[in-house]
């Protein structure tokens, strides 16, 4: 892999205009803060499925083509990777209908979601085991863990 895609919502809200979107040029400087201007080839702006719901994102973003050493800095790198994450143009439409859990889908889509662990204190939080009997309401703050029969992390989500 010589190259890859990846992405950061644009910070646009279905139903608020009054938030400013975040132009191409400052979520580039952004990531050049984080892995080096000369590692970043490309860039274009996009917009991702998302399910129609205010105060949810509207799925606009910035989006850049960075070497795979910029990649792997982001992945591993101090300040971790600041709400940018890999592009996967068709990642929606692949799923079939039973694999895709909408309270999974928009609680792993809003914006305020921790992205390093240190952020995770003061958030509710939910840990069990596959299987177990979940209520059904969404909560977009709460970290939940799910954890297989031995007690190794199977899913991390929002909602």
């Known amino acids: 892999m010589s190259s890859v895609w990846v992405y950061k919502l644009d910070g646009t ?3 608020n205009d009054e938030v400013r ?22 860039e274009k702006v996009g917009a991702r499925i998302f399910p129609a719901l205010c105060n949810l994102p509207t799925g606009g973003y910035n989006a850049f083509e960075i070497t795979a050493e910029g990649w792997y800095i982001l992945q591993h790198g101090f300040r ?5 994450y890999l592009l996967e143009e068709n ?10 859990n909408i309270g999974q ?15 995770l204190v003061g958030h509710p939080l939910r840990v ?3 299987g177990d009997g979940l209520t059904k309401d969404w909560r977009p703050e709460r970290c939940n863990i799910e954890l297989n029969d031995i007690d190794t992390i199977v899913s991390i989500w929002f909602g």
């Not at 050049?32 to 490309?42: A, C, Q, R, Y």
């Not at 971790?80 to 940018?84: D, K, N, R, T, V």
């Not at 439409?93 to 694999?99: A, D, K, P, Q, V």
């Open 21 to 42: 979107r975040i132009p191409l040029s400052e979520a580039r400087a952004e990531l050049s803060s984080l892995i080096g201007s000369s590692k970043i080839f490309g």
């Open 80 to 84: 971790g990777q600041e709400g940018f």
């Open 105 to 119: 889908l928009i609680g792993s889509l809003t914006s305020a979601q921790p992205h390093t662990v240190a952020q």
């Open 13 to 15: 809200v279905q139903c």
């Open 128 to 130: 069990y085991k596959t």
């Open 91 to 100: 990642l929606v439409r692949s799923l079939s209908s039973e694999e895709l």
